[in-house]
Structures are given as structure tokens and as C-alpha cells.
């Protein structure tokens, strides 16, 4: 999150991405929600990686809720309404208040899936706002 105003185009209209708590990107979108889960940007097609890129320079995660994902994007574990390993994919998602997917984790890349599922339910579990959020060593569980 940004202390002061960040302004950036998305098409005709003009955000301030400064409120951003929740950032997360993979090849095909970026998305950005502010505290209550609510949706300040969603970028897709070209650039996407590159404004992700920037963006991580610019937008840190909060220290007690963001939950800093594998590729440096993050959570903010107060619009997470739940966790759990699909039974039609076997991938791990975590999904937002409003049931839209917030990441999805692949099994394909994570080999050691349950082991990164018990980690991601250990961190949540363990918040309570006043001290710094659990770290997740990624690497440890892919393939």
C-alpha cells in the first residue's frame, strides 16, 4: 500500500492505485483490490507482466495481512474467505469474499502440494494483526 496518491490510466479514466492492498498478476491479467476486497484495477493483454513489474517497486504488501505470493504479487488475508485444494484441478486457490479467484497455485509446478497447502493454512491461521505476517519459503515445494 502507498501513503500517498498514485494515479495511473486505464483506458479513458484515471485510478489512484494507492489504496491497493491486494496485487495479483499472472501472464494473462493484473489485479489490484483495495481493503474491503473491492476491485481498483484489472488489467489484461500487453504489458501486463511490465506493469506488474513496476507496480512491485511502487505498492508494498502490509506487513500484519499481506500474504507475499511466489511471484512477489500479495494477499490481503482480510478478503480471503477461503482456501482449499480443487477436487476437479487439484490446485490450491484462494478465493475472495465475492468467490472470485484471488490465485490459484498449480500442482503441476508445486510438487509438494500438500505441504505448501498446510504452510498457506498455517500463515492465515496464525494472523492476528499485530505482528508481522508468516513468510512462505515457495521454492520449497516446487518441482
Known amino acids: 500500500m502507498l501513503n500517498k496518491a498514485k494515479f495511473v490510466r486505464d483506458g479513458s479514466q484515471l485510478v489512484n492505485i494507492a489504496g491497493a492492498l491486494t496485487m495479483t498478476c499472472n501472464d494473462k491479467y493484473l489485479l489490484l483490490l483495495n481493503k474491503q476486497g473491492k476491485k481498483i484495477l484489472y488489467k489484461d493483454g500487453d504489458g501486463v507482466l511490465e506493469t506488474f513489474d513496476k507496480f512491485k517497486k511502487e505498492i508494498k504488501p502490509d506487513q500484519a495481512y499481506g ?77
Open 67 to 143: 500474504l507475499v505470493l511466489d511471484n512477489g504479487g500479495f494477499i490481503d488475508v482480510r478478503s480471503v474467505a477461503n482456501v482449499f485444494v480443487s477436487p476437479k484441478t487439484g490446485n490450491l486457490v484462494i478465493v475472495s469474499h465475492d468467490e472470485r479467484p484471488l490465485c490459484v497455485l498449480s500442482k503441476s509446478e508445486y510438487t509438494d502440494l500438500d505441504g505448501l497447502v498446510s504452510q498457506v493454512m498455517d500463515a492465515l491461521e496464525d494472523v492476528d494483526g499485530k505482528k508481522k505476517i508468516s513468510k512462505i519459503d515457495w521454492v520449497a515445494y516446487q518441482g
